[in-house]
């Protein structure tokens, strides 16, 4: 209750970022801090306390003798379990913080597992339904997408890892040992094209909201109503801009896109060539029953920096330039705005 709280420290905004978003370090420092693993093991008690204490110092209420380390705490237990759209506790299987253990069990799993087409079918399925679930969960919260869409969604996505992963099993049989290894990689980066877009679907189809640099909403970028006709100029040797597409959504999955395969990359690209070599010592030959284990703790080691600089990337706010936005849109902030919007923006999701 409020007669309970007391007031937030002088010039202390919850909401704004512990390091500056505008540069890769910060962004990264930000993503290590709210990926932590750690935080999948707290009850959700801890977590509502959070999100308590986090709605509250909006609002410039605090619980009484609270430090600045202490909100700033309770910032990263919010950050790391609840959606920043909608403000709802995500999934957790869903959230980025257990990216590093889901992702370490499942990519080791596949490292393992490649010999035989079974086993590469059984690995691709169960990993992109681990991803369907995350893209899902992490989607741009205002674009909602209905059963059947993320049934599709999640259809195309597992048989396009399926079949690009069993058609490189097969036309690698006479290949080089190694590049049977990076088989399962290429199947994840070629899901991830098709996962993450149609999983998103409704961004492309409806737009998302976009806002000014105070997060004003000025309104949504979707399809143009000339799309035919522009489709048509584009195709004629046009530029992408003259498409008419909901640029912020197309800009932002394409951001996510490129994230999640820098995510994957070095663990499945490095670790294979270490595990080739290891995998030539007599004492590795002895403990075959422990190849399985030790890749997924080595997965591990790379998902633990590799998560958060993946993250990092791209700004989670993501900025579009007012003249790279669809004529309506673009026409419509000037009316009211003016110049004074050079820039717009929205969250283009993880």
């Given amino acids: 209750t409020h007669a309970a709280m007391a007031a937030a420290p002088l010039g202390f905004n919850i909401d704004a970022p512990r390091w500056d978003q505008s540069s890769f370090v910060g962004r990264f420092k930000h993503f290590f801090n709210i990926t932590?693993?750690?935080?999948?093991?707290?009850?959700?008690?801890?977590?509502?306390?959070?999100?308590?204490?986090?709605?509250?110092?909006?609002?410039?209420?605090?619980?009484?003798?609270?430090?600045?380390?202490?909100?700033?705490?309770?910032?990263?237990?919010?950050?790391?379990?609840?959606?920043?759209?909608?403000?709802?506790?995500?999934?957790?299987?869903?959230?980025?913080?257990?990216?590093?253990?889901g992702g370490m069990a499942l990519t080791g799993c596949m490292l393992q597992f490649y010999r035989t087409v079974p086993a590469v079918v059984f690995w691709q399925w169960v990993n992109q339904s681990f991803n369907a679930i995350v893209n899902y969960t992490n989607r741009n919260a205002a674009s909602p997408i209905?059963?059947?869409?993320?049934?599709?969604?999640?259809?195309?996505?597992?048989?396009?890892?399926?079949?690009?992963?069993?058609?490189?099993?097969?036309?690698?049989?006479?290949?080089?040992?190694?590049?049977?290894?990076?088989?399962?990689?290429?199947?994840?980066?070629?899901?991830?094209?098709?996962?993450?877009?149609?999983?998103?679907?409704?961004?492309?189809?409806?737009?998302?909201?976009?806002?000014?640099?105070?997060?004003?909403?000025?309104?949504?970028?979707?399809?143009?109503?000339?799309?035919?006709?522009?489709v048509g100029a584009w195709c004629s040797g046009g530029s992408f801009t003259a498409l008419g597409l909901q640029r912020a959504a197309v800009k932002g999955i394409a951001?996510?896109?490129?994230?999640?395969?820098?995510?994957?990359?070095?663990?499945?690209?490095?670790?294979?060539i270490i595990m080739e070599r290891l995998e030539k010592f007599p004492f590795?030959?002895?403990?075959?029953?422990?190849?399985?284990?030790?890749?997924?703790?080595l997965c591990g080691a790379f998902l633990v920096f590799m998560v958060p600089a993946a993250c990092a990337l791209f700004p989670q706010r993501c900025s579009l330039a007012l003249a790279d936005l669809e004529p309506e849109l673009r026409d419509s902030i000037v009316a009211k705005h003016g110049d004074k919007v050079p820039y717009v923006y929205f969250n283009k999701g993880l």
Avoid at 73 to 93: C, Q, R, T, V, W
Avoid at 188 to 197: D, F, H, L, S
Avoid at 287 to 297: D, E, K, S, T, Y
């Fill in 36 to 101: 932590d693993p750690r935080t999948v093991l707290l009850p959700e008690r801890e977590l509502d306390w959070a999100k308590g204490v986090v709605e509250g110092c909006r609002a410039g209420l605090v619980p009484p003798g609270s430090s600045q380390e202490q909100l700033l705490y309770a910032k990263k237990l919010y950050d790391s379990a609840f959606h920043p759209d909608s403000g709802e506790k995500m999934n957790l299987i869903g959230r980025m913080s257990f990216q590093v253990p």
């Fill in 146 to 230: 209905s059963l059947r869409q993320t049934g599709v969604a999640y259809i195309t996505a597992t048989g396009t890892a399926l079949a690009t992963a069993v058609g490189l099993n097969l036309y690698t049989k006479r290949a080089p040992p190694l590049l049977a290894r990076w088989v399962p990689f290429a199947a994840v980066a070629a899901a991830n094209c098709v996962n993450i877009p149609m999983m998103r679907q409704q961004e492309i189809i409806n737009g998302i909201t976009v806002t000014d640099g105070d997060n004003n909403e000025l309104g949504h970028s979707r399809v143009s109503l000339r799309l035919g006709v522009q």
């Fill in 255 to 272: 951001q996510v896109v490129v994230s999640r395969i820098t995510m994957a990359a070095p663990g499945m690209i490095i670790l294979p």
């Fill in 284 to 297: 590795m030959q002895r403990i075959r029953v422990l190849h399985g284990p030790l890749q997924v703790l």
